[in-house]
């Protein structure tokens, strides 16, 4: 077990709703990733936290926004939900500034489904 | 930024073959190459990793090799087994970047 707990595992949201995800990062780890995996695809980067502070964004527009709080725990919010945005949400924790600096552990993942 | 490519999409292999999967990156800071094994249902886990500094990993049946002049990395998996069928990803990133860039993945299916 890697420690990194998402929550909820599976979400069913309607279009133009908001939603919220939550991620605890292992202990010990004060960087969080967040990545959104499509069916069939690899996960493709949204943002990352380094103590509270965001540290990098993806391509992806504004109403994906996220936090970190001091505890390194992480919430990601969605607002104005598209059909789209249904993927599987997977956060990432590491210690370090930065994705290469030590191994980034995985947590299960949200499964988000937008009707 | 950059770009990972991972061939092929599908592998199926005879247990106890070897397997073989393939990636190109495109930006030369890059210097982080980690791989990850995803079983149906359950989180990407870590198998394996290198760094720019060394051309070749091993541990037990998996081998990473790495070539930066032609920007690309290999997964090799030998005597494979039925539990190492799952969707493996290759990801690159620089160290001091803030983002793993991922390939598209591969499909492995070891047949009995």
């Known amino acids: 077990e890697t420690g990194v707990t998402q929550s909820p595992t599976h979400l069913i949201k309607t279009r133009g709703q908001q939603v919220t995800l939550r991620c605890s990062s292992q202990?010990?780890?004060?960087?969080v990733s967040w990545y959104q995996q499509a069916l069939g695809q690899g996960p493709q980067f949204i943002f990352q936290y380094y103590r509270e502070e965001e540290n990098g964004r993806g391509n992806f527009p504004p109403r994906f926004s996220g936090l970190q709080f001091p505890n390194y725990s992480s919430e990601l919010n969605v607002n104005a939900l598209e059909l789209d945005d249904s993927a599987l949400y997977l956060c990432a924790s590491n210690k370090g500034r930065g994705a290469g600096v030590t191994e980034a552990f995985f947590g299960q993942g949200t499964r988000l489904t937008v009707v | 930024g950059e770009n990972v490519e991972q061939h092929p999409s599908t592998l199926s292999v005879q247990e106890g073959d070897s397997a073989v999967i393939k990636c190109t990156y495109s930006?030369?800071?890059?210097?982080?190459f980690p791989w990850y094994k995803q079983e149906l249902g359950k989180r990407p886990q870590l198998i394996i990793d290198?760094?720019?500094?060394?051309g070749e990993k091993k541990d037990q049946r998996i081998a990473v090799t790495l070539n930066k002049t032609a920007k690309h990395f290999s997964l090799h998996i030998t005597e494979t087994q039925p539990e190492d069928s799952a969707v493996y990803f290759c990801a690159a990133s620089p160290s001091n970047d803030y983002k793993l860039s991922f390939g598209a993945g591969t499909t492995v299916t070891v047949r009995a």
């Open positions: 290198i760094r720019s500094n060394v």
């Open positions: 930006d030369s800071a890059s210097n982080y």
């Open positions: 202990s010990g780890h004060n960087t």
